[in-house]
């Protein structure tokens, strides 16, 4: 955060290593907490309120995401997938067994765990461009199932109504309380994955991704490191699907398609690989990304377009332009928006000096 | 008996000219797969891309169909050049999930640019082949199939030809074999891979021509991409027969399963059965039937 070091020195090992090296980082951190749990849901009107919702649903998906391709270095092309088991298994356990959202969310996440896992598995014998055929093809066939077998699927357009989350009899129906309800577990998900990437799981993933073979000889079991990998990232996707599920009160298969499995990538492309807030900037900007597109295309699209043509313009126009960043953010800057995050704070550390 | 054999052939022998057909496609991605070890995730959207060129260009008023067939295979190369250039060289020796994720990319452009440049209508590739169906047998097949199985195995001659014969040819396996190796030697290697995205351009814009014929040109072209994975992963990711070989298994057995276990699951088998017998392959032959085996020593 806005650290500004220069002619703070530290005097004691307590100091040094205190959890708010500076007293503004702890400001920080209240200020964001303020903000994000009295000013925002109070002050914002729930068009807003919608927004930040999804931004943070989707932060719990990217950071899953970004566990298995940004950190232990595994490409996955069927994050969607993933989410749809959590969203169809919590659907069909809150519909069916009528079970509330602190059994059914966990289950959801830890079958996608499940899934991921068994879908990881030929990570052992395969690398790179093969594991991105083998994932897409875990896409294409949990879709093709969600989509075929009725006792899944719920019957009628592979689609199950889901009842509103209620915790102590209330039931969360409001945009404010739902912003409350997604804001807990995006919250947890952020500090969870903080503290996964440096315990000894974490250090293992990213050994595997800088040199596997190095990382086998050093005493770490790659398998099963790979095999945990899929399965906390698909649990972090499974999360999110059961959090898409209650949001939107249905569990939908076109939620989950190819097409937003490369949203998410997309998402940490751009955010930048291997990093917590990277995968937090990545989600808002790509959930972003389509209001801005409409907004300008509605005042400047008639001018082009006839109104009939302009939805489809819209979506064809987003994907060019997701298309386009992704080149370019590899092209350019691998490190994605928190490599230029980064840079801007490196500045502001030592500022008024250049270093 | 006899009618549920005859059904049966005929079954078999659309599923392999299908199958020739993917394989069509497949070519191109193991030309580039061959040669510069990067895997294309846009092969559909570069057949989509043909496929617009070739309806545009063919229905074009005083073209002729000839000329017009030449500029489509003409304008694929250089797209497929320029984007070598701008897209690919500077991501050289960059983690191979950076190339995956910029041909993914360059997918999603490519599907978003047709409905804002060409609208969101089907077109359709008029070709002067007739459509009287040759009959083999019980069976029959459609010209533009025929036309295309010929097309094909030329093309596979072709390349097997250019690859075990040819001065460039040798040079390009030698570049796959080992880059490094290849420059010490003298060889241009940033050279051979632009001349690799040319010949998958070229193998895209010839797909482009024949299944936009088949299926008419739009957005959902781009979906035969989807099924070159299961093709080349069967076959061997680096092998041309392999992506013959895997083109045939894949046509022949998406056909008959389409037809046999359709009826009880209501549709869809065609999209989701290639990729059961891909994950199969991946498990038990994870380089394919003919690709060669990749040993890591430490």
């Known amino acids: 955060m806005f650290h500004r070091e220069s002619g703070t020195f530290k005097t004691t090992y307590a100091g040094d290593m205190a959890l708010y090296p500076l007293p503004v980082a702890r400001g920080t951190v209240i200020a964001l907490f303020v903000l994000f749990v009295v000013v925002a849901p109070l002050l914002l009107a729930d068009y807003y309120l919608s927004i930040i919702n999804l931004v943070m649903i989707s932060i719990v998906g990217a950071l899953g995401l970004n566990i298995l391709v940004g950190y232990t270095g595994q490409i996955s092309i069927g994050h969607a997938a993933f989410m749809s088991v959590g969203a169809y298994t919590a659907a069909n356990l809150a519909v069916r067994l009528d079970l509330p959202f602190w059994v059914t969310l966990p289950a959801g996440g830890l079958m996608a765990a499940l899934v991921g896992a068994v879908v990881g598995i030929p990570s052992l014998r395969i690398k790179g461009l093969y594991l991105a055929i083998a994932t897409l093809a875990g896409q294409l066939i949990i879709e093709w199932t969600i989509n075929h077998v009725p006792w899944i699927s719920g019957g009628t357009q592979a689609s199950i109504q889901v009842p509103r989350p209620s915790l102590f009899g209330y039931e969360l129906k409001t945009q404010g309380q739902l912003y409350f309800f997604v804001l807990f577990f995006c919250v947890l998900a952020i500090v969870a994955t903080l503290n996964l990437v440096r315990s000894r799981i974490g250090r293992a993933f990213v050994a595997i991704r800088d040199q596997d073979i190095a990382a086998e000889i050093i005493g770490i079991d790659i398998f099963r490191y790979k095999l945990i990998a899929f399965a906390i990232s698909s649990f972090y996707a499974g999360v999110c699907g059961v959090l898409y599920t209650y949001y939107f009160g249905i569990a939908n298969y076109e939620n989950f398609q190819l097409g937003v499995s490369i949203d998410f990538l997309a998402m940490i492309i751009i955010g930048g690989l291997g990093s917590v807030l990277g995968s937090i900037l990545g989600a808002a900007f790509v959930a972003l990304l389509p209001l801005v597109i409409r907004t300008v295309m509605e005042t400047v699209g008639p001018l082009f377009f006839t109104a009939s043509e302009l939805p489809g313009i819209i979506s064809s126009l987003r994907l060019v332009i997701f298309g386009a960043l992704i080149i370019v953010f590899l092209v350019l800057e691998p490190e994605g928006l928190n490599r230029l995050w980064r840079n801007v704070r490196n500045y502001f550390r030592v500022w008024p000096f250049s270093y | ?298």
């Not at chain 2, 392999?16 to 394989?23: K, N, P």
């Not at chain 2, 060409?118 to 199939?145: C, E, H, K, M, W």
């Not at chain 2, 099924?227 to 680096?238: A, M, R, S, T, Y």
């Open chain 2, 1 to 298: 008996m006899g009618e549920d054999l005859d059904f049966f052939f005929s079954l078999v022998v659309s599923g392999a000219s299908i199958g020739m057909l993917y394989s069509l496609i497949a070519l191109g991605f193991v030309l580039v797969y061959k040669a510069t070890e990067a895997l294309n995730f846009a092969q559909g959207e570069f057949v989509m891309l043909a496929g617009f060129v070739a309806a545009a260009l063919l229905t074009a008023k005083g073209m002729p169909v000839v000329l017009a067939l030449i500029a489509t295979i003409a304008i694929m190369i250089g797209f497929s050049f320029g984007l070598e250039r701008v897209v690919l060289r500077p991501l050289l020796g960059r983690p191979i999930v950076a190339v995956i994720m910029a041909t993914i990319g360059l997918a999603a452009i490519l599907r978003g640019l047709p409905p804002i440049t060409f609208g969101g209508d089907t077109r359709t590739v008029p070709l002067p082949i007739g459509d009287n169906a040759f009959s083999l047998g019980p069976a029959t097949i459609a010209p533009i199939q025929l036309y295309g199985v010929i097309v094909t195995l030329l093309f596979l001659a072709g390349f097997t030809w250019f690859f075990m014969k040819s001065r460039k040819g040798v040079a390009m396996r030698a570049v796959a074999e080992n880059q490094q190796v290849a420059m010490a030697m003298g060889i241009n290697v940033e050279r051979y891979f632009a001349i690799a995205w040319a010949m998958a351009g070229i193998a895209s814009a010839v797909s482009g021509i024949i299944w936009g014929n088949m299926l008419g040109v739009d957005v959902q072209l781009a979906l035969v991409g989807l099924k070159v994975f299961p093709v080349v992963i069967l076959g061997g990711l680096d092998s041309i027969p392999g992506a013959v070989v895997g083109g045939l298994i894949i046509g022949i057995v998406e056909s008959v399963a389409s037809a046999y276990i359709d009826p009880y699951v209501g549709g869809g088998t065609k999209d989701f059965v290639p990729y059961l017998l891909m994950i199969a392959a991946l498990m038990f032959k994870p380089y394919g039937l003919f690709g060669k085996r990749k040993i890591e020593r430490v």
